[in-house]
């Protein structure tokens, strides 16, 4: 099978890499904006070979979009009048509803698009945080619609099994909704606290669960700001009930009061009200 892979940071060379590690015989070719990422994936081997042009990525079996969700609709549009009806396309981003419009709006052959995430990676930007293990294990959403054609499914599928993932099929608006929760809100949550300290800063260092509650924040502020605007509605309706158990939280502080916070602390503690 012939890959290309559109966008080599951390996901796209790992896939790259991973993918080079399970199959033989087949062909990856990588394109990026950035002469160093396409230098650097070369070198680990997570491409055999570099693309002359974004356009020169169409002629494959399945193409990866592995940039940023912004730069998406250009990157359906710059390729929709090179590709053929066999190629199968996919991608990476975080956010599924959005992605899908955009493949309907514009490629040609929207049937032949399967919306993907895979639910890996770290807070480290670029190729230099590929890894040829990242993907092991890790649960890989697919978003299909009633219109996408199996057989392309299954390409992609394929795929995701070579570099160890565990593809996962569900809807897109539902995935959107659960990943808010999941990544999104804590996302939030991680800056928040680095940028508290930050305004406020301290003598100790802080613990594993400082470090554990703040690692995400060194990830790329511009990329979360792209993912959170784009899937927004989602991500405010979790932090709002994120600030009603934390408000109940504050409240029982006033007096204090142990036993409702243990009730509001505990697993198994009903949902807080307004």
Not at 101 to 111: G, T
Request: aromatic fraction near 6%.
């Amino acid at each position: 099978m012939r890959i290309s892979i559109i966008g080599l940071g951390g996901i796209g060379a790992s896939t790259g890499l991973a993918y080079q590690h399970a199959e033989q015989g087949s062909v990856v070719i990588g394109y990026d904006i950035q002469a160093e990422a396409v230098q650097g994936a070369l070198e680990m081997g997570a491409i055999d070979q570099p693309a002359e042009s974004l356009e020169a990525c169409a002629d494959a079996d399945l193409i990866v979009i592995a940039t940023p969700p912004r730069a998406v609709p250009a990157m359906f549009q710059r390729l929709a009048p090179h590709l053929n009806p066999e190629t199968v396309m996919t991608d990476v981003v975080s956010v599924k509803c959005a992605v899908l419009d955009w493949a309907r709006r514009y490629l040609p052959y929207p049937s032949r698009f399967v919306g993907g995430h895979p639910i890996a990676g770290t807070e480290r930007l670029g190729y230099m945080a590929a890894r040829a293990d990242l993907f092991q294990g890790a649960q890989w959403v697919l978003t299909p619609t009633p219109e996408t054609d199996s057989e392309a499914i299954e390409r992609v599928e394929h795929l995701i099994r070579a570099v160890r993932a565990i593809p996962v099929r569900m809807d897109a608006a539902q995935h959107d909704r659960e990943f808010a929760l999941l990544s999104f809100v804590p996302h939030c949550i991680a800056f928040s606290l680095a940028k508290l300290r930050e305004e406020n800063p301290t003598h100790l260092q802080g613990g594993g669960s400082w470090h554990s509650a703040t690692r995400v924040a060194q990830s790329d502020p511009e990329l979360w700001a792209e993912l959170l605007a784009l899937n927004s509605e989602a991500t405010r309706a979790w932090l709002d009930a994120l600030i009603v158990r934390l408000h109940a939280i504050s409240d029982a502080l006033q007096q204090p009061d142990e036993s409702q916070l243990r009730g509001l602390l505990s697993r198994d503690s009903p949902p807080a009200r307004e």
